[in-house]
């Protein structure tokens, strides 16, 4: 009996007690949930010595709302796009808009009553293709109409909605950052915050498919490219993606302040 009666706990074990086994595992697998995972993402604090001083960035939290995305593989000189209700407090839209050449620019972009989007950073343009990110403080659902000086092909336009952002400083300075180049991983170089921010960031490539980097939150993709955002701590905060297959990128990533 007492053979039999180790012979029943042995097995127990190797059934449902295997080393390190942690009841509340949510099954996803590989890495903490700190939201740092492969070093896509690095959040660094800057304080405390005898360390890299990384600190944990954590997932978005409430401050997503909704978004979409929309395409025209035609050379056209507009094209628009449709957000539905919105009725949360303190709103702002982002806006992310990649095409393939590099002679078209967006001359602007609006709601269905002429009121404009403003433009976070700067035109990005690399081997032929470019990219801008706009926004807007919006407090109801609109109309999403860009414009182009002159017909772009291959547009993608990606846009997102957020709830609880700051009206009166909606950025976290220096509050934009971007990036170029050609591979199969997207990444924008470090950039500094001083606060929490909701970081929101846009890859548009050549690619036929993309995926939004460690320890970000995909929300859309679209014409190879992807928008993803995050909630970071004070510290540096750099944006990655993942293309399917190696070609050109471009990357851009902005901080919204959130209240």
Request: hydrophobic content about 40%; charged content about 10%; aromatic content about 6%.
């Amino acid at each position: 009996m007492v053979v039999m009666h180790w012979l029943i706990t042995l097995g127990l074990i190797a059934g449902c007690g295997r080393i390190g086994f942690d009841p509340t595992d949510d099954g996803t697998g590989g890495g903490s949930n700190d939201g740092i995972g492969g070093g896509g993402v690095v959040v660094d604090s800057g304080g405390g010595g005898g360390g890299s001083g990384d600190a944990p960035a954590t997932m978005p939290t409430g401050h997503y709302i909704t978004g979409g995305s929309t395409t025209s593989v035609a050379p056209a000189t507009s094209i628009t796009t449709m957000t539905g209700p919105l009725t949360d407090t303190n709103m702002v839209i982002v806006v992310a808009i990649h095409w393939t050449n590099s002679t078209s620019s967006v001359s602007t972009v609006q709601d269905s009553f002429g009121n404009g989007f403003s433009m976070i950073g700067s035109l990005q343009r690399y081997n032929g293709a470019s990219q801008v990110i706009w926004y807007k403080k919006v407090t109801a659902g609109t109309t999403i109409q860009v414009f182009f000086n002159q017909a772009a092909p291959s547009i993608s336009v990606k846009w997102a909605a957020y709830r609880d952002i700051d009206q009166a400083s909606t950025f976290v300075m220096p509050g934009f950052i971007g990036g170029s180049g050609t591979g199969t991983t997207a990444a924008t170089s470090m950039l500094t915050i001083g606060t929490t921010a909701v970081v929101v960031a846009s890859l548009g490539s050549r690619a036929a498919d993309a995926t939004a980097g460690p320890g970000f939150t995909q929300r859309h993709k679209s014409g190879g490219g992807v928008l993803e955002d995050l909630e970071a701590s004070a510290g540096m905060v750099k944006a990655t993606a993942i293309l399917n297959s190696s070609n050109d990128w471009i990357i851009q990533m902005a901080a919204l302040r959130p209240l």
